[in-house]
């Protein structure tokens, strides 16, 4: 069975500072891997989309990574802002009818 | 396009009482999923459907049932409400492009609470 896994669970920046959220999975054989981000009490914001054949994707400021033979993920974040601020889930579709498998999260504060 | 849209945004049940979550898609997606989330959780699937009239079971189908008659509709009822089911319920859909499953969208969710 797949276990994700995400660190930090929490993290605390000011603001402008480069960071790094990761993602770690136990289970190489994946479709894809994507990237989610949630605000409190809200559904989920599809952010970024790296398919297994691919080593990373970039929007913006966000740049996400897959390395499937170590079972990682990164999702780098550029000068941030306090509007980053929210829960980042890392999603893995598996071979099952594509059914994602998640992390618990990290959940991001950018102080001002 | 609307993408995926859940009905109710929120809902308190009493034990024992029942349910229809709905869930639709204008999007023209074959699949679509049923996930909840608890606090500090990730998301588990509950029941997804490759089509209309496939269903099939996720890791935690207990308790609850779907149907899927249409490709736009797929709704999750809960029978026999329980303190346990109190969780964030969303819905979500995707298509595959060849063989490979492109990104899932979600909708908003539903806040459900059993007292």
């Known amino acids: 069975k797949q276990e994700v896994t995400q660190i930090p669970a929490a993290l605390s920046v000011p603001e402008g500072e480069n960071l790094v959220l990761n993602c770690s999975f136990t289970?190489?054989?994946?479709?894809?891997l994507q990237w989610f981000r949630q605000d409190p009490g809200k559904g989920l914001t599809s952010l970024l989309l790296?398919?297994?054949?691919?080593r990373e994707q970039t929007s913006g400021r966000l740049n996400a990574s897959l390395d499937k033979s170590s079972g990682r993920s990164t999702l780098y974040i550029a000068a941030s802002q306090p509007g980053d601020s929210a829960t980042y889930l890392c999603?893995?579709?598996?071979?099952?009818?594509?059914?994602?498998?998640f992390g618990r999260g990290t959940q991001l504060t950018v102080w001002p | 396009n609307a993408g995926v849209t859940q009905t109710p945004k929120f809902r308190i049940l009493k034990i024992g009482q029942s349910m229809t979550l709905q869930c639709a898609q204008d999007m023209n997606h074959n699949y679509m999923y049923w996930y909840r989330q608890d606090p500090g959780m990730g998301l588990k699937l509950i029941y997804y459907s490759v089509g209309a009239g496939i269903t099939d079971k996720g890791e935690v189908p207990n308790g609850y049932n779907v149907s899927r008659s249409t490709t736009e509709d797929f709704p999750l009822r809960l029978e026999l409400a329980a303190p346990s089911q109190t969780s964030v319920y969303f819905c979500a859909s995707s298509a595959p492009t060849g063989g490979t499953y492109n990104e899932q969208f979600f909708g908003p969710g539903t806040r459900l609470t059993v007292l």
């Open positions: 790296i398919q297994s054949s691919q």
């Open positions: 289970d190489s054989a994946i479709y894809n």
């Open positions: 999603a893995l579709r598996g071979s099952t009818l594509g059914r994602l498998y």
